[in-house]
């Protein structure tokens, strides 16, 4: 529940910060020109949020309030610029076309109970080897294996 919160916090917070440039954009001349600068400035704001802030804190505007950081699979280290991008652009591209995916490739039932071979990912799979984690939860594990190494 922590996850979706702090994803519907990085959109609210990304359209507010766009909505207060409103104006600016408005005032360059032609519906088109507002459309495109409106989009460019959303698309580096989300950027900034995803990416760069990621990296240096391990975690988005939305997760830092919600309390959830992003690690580098399987060691918990923190994500290099590569990965984050590529999770960036996951998350851009791939998770709004998710309520297609699910109307063409519903659930397996008792009647097929193998899935489709149209679905091949699982839901909570993330292609670009970062997870999402509670800020406790990570804590917790740094000292398990820092008792494990002793």
């Not at 988005?60 to 990965?83: C, E, H, Q, T």
């Not at 063409?104 to 109970?113: L, V």
Request: glycine residues 8%; positive net charge; hydrophobic residues 45%.
């Amino acid at each position: 529940m922590r996850r979706y919160l702090a994803v519907g916090l990085d959109c609210y917070l990304c359209l507010l910060a766009v909505g207060l440039l409103v104006r600016s954009c408005l005032d360059s001349g032609g519906t088109g020109r507002a459309v495109a600068l409106l989009v460019a400035q959303l698309i580096v704001l989300s950027f900034a949020n995803q990416v760069l802030l990621t990296m240096v804190v391990r975690a988005s505007a939305g997760k830092l309030i919600m309390g959830v950081r992003v690690i580098r699979l399987p060691d918990a280290g923190r994500p290099g610029f590569r990965r984050l991008v590529l999770r960036w652009l996951y998350g851009l591209l791939w998770l709004p076309l998710q309520p297609w995916y699910r109307l063409r490739c519903p659930e397996p039932t008792a009647r097929t109970p193998e899935r489709p071979p149209c679905c091949h990912a699982e839901p909570h799979e993330d292609l670009a080897g970062v997870r999402q984690v509670r800020r406790s939860d990570l804590r917790l594990y740094r000292a398990a294996v820092a008792g494990r190494t002793d």
